[in-house]
């Protein structure tokens, strides 16, 4: 099997020939961290916001020298280029008006937000997808000629509107102003669906439908909330992918046991990033759901990747194929985005694990 079709055959709850290896969110630092040992010219101690395009031209392709040299199955392409959330310069205002700061990674945080009320929405115009910001999927498809599969961090409609609205806003108008909540939803859901049907034609595999509800502890609004506001909307894009052939996994960080039935009741083929620490115990949710939704992650870069021995993330790596392995429905992945504080050679023991010990027993 080539890697899209390790992919494809885990997302439906099948044994492929071994356990697949997935990225969904690497930073630029650790791909310069193993990219280190691959290849020359890296440009150390940039972010991408800091980089000229042939720099950032070299960081994509080191990119994709990982993912061949470790025989990585699939990756998740994002949104980059002008009016993104990935564009560079400081401040930064995307094609929705949502102003962002940079971490001191370089990664963008959304703190300004341009439509508070019914008021603003009514005169606000919201902008179309453009394809120009797919380049990802287009690279990836010319490079990898279907060997490998390409996902898409789509964002949901709770991370669409919050950035539109503000957090705080947004949850308050949830009892204040329904009726606005589900406009700013509904909005924000017609563009991702007119994205959606460019992705299909540019070649994905793969819809992630990212959209962070939860903490360690649980989730940020209710579960009745959660089916009034959000789950609606985000059900549009999975059954949308679905007609068009796609499989969808949803992407949230967190505990997510108190809407893990309506997770399932929508229909996702998986579900990413399974965190350690939020109580996502691989082996618990395998049992209680792994005929029904394929596990993607559990790989810890909390502790494990940034202060573990490379040892112990093998054995970690171990402990998870033998905890919801069995069946298929598996893939392997990290519990959150590979980030600048991860040991390179950590990540790099993750992808070799996978190869070592990711084969099924018959």
Known sequence: MNGRERILEALSIREPDRVPLFIHGIN????????KYLTDGLPEGKTVDNMNDAEKVKIIETLFMILDEFGVDGYTCLPIGEGTEFSPGTPLVDDWGVGF??????????????????????KYTP??????????????????????????????????SWRLVGMENLM???????????????MVTRFSLKQLDMLVDAGLDVLVVEDDIADKNGPMVSPAQFKEFINPYNRKLVERAHEKGLKVVRHSDGNLWMLLD?????????????????????????????????????????????????????????????????????????????????????????????????????
């Open 262 to 362: 309506i997770l399932l009741d929508t229909g996702y083929d998986g579900l990413n990033p399974l965190e350690p620490q939020a109580e996502m115990d691989m082996k618990r949710v395998k049992e209680y759901c792994g005929d029904r939704l394929c596990l993607l992650g559990n790989v810890d870069t909390m502790d494990l990747l940034p202060h573990g021995t490379e040892d112990e993330v093998e054995a970690a790596v171990i402990k998870i194929i033998r905890d919801a392995g069995k069946g298929g429905g598996l893939i392997i992945d990290s519990s959150n985005t590979y980030h600048p504080g991860v040991r390179p050679e950590n990540d790099m023991a993750v992808f070799k694990a996978v190869h070592k010990h990711g084969y099924y027993t018959r």
């Open 101 to 122: 700061e940079r971490s001191l990674h370089g990664m963008p945080v959304a703190l300004k937000h341009p439509v508070s009320g019914m008021k603003e929405l009514l």
């Open 127 to 160: 902008p179309e997808p453009d394809r120009a910001h797919l380049i990802l999927v287009d690279l990836m498809r010319e490079r990898f000629k279907g060997k490998k599969a390409i996902f898409w961090m789509m964002r949901g409609a709770f991370v669409r």
């Open 28 to 35: 630029e630092g650790p791909i310069m961290g193993i990219g």
């Open 172 to 186: 308050l108008k949830m009892f204040d102003d329904p009726e606005f909540v589900h406009r700013v939803a509904d």
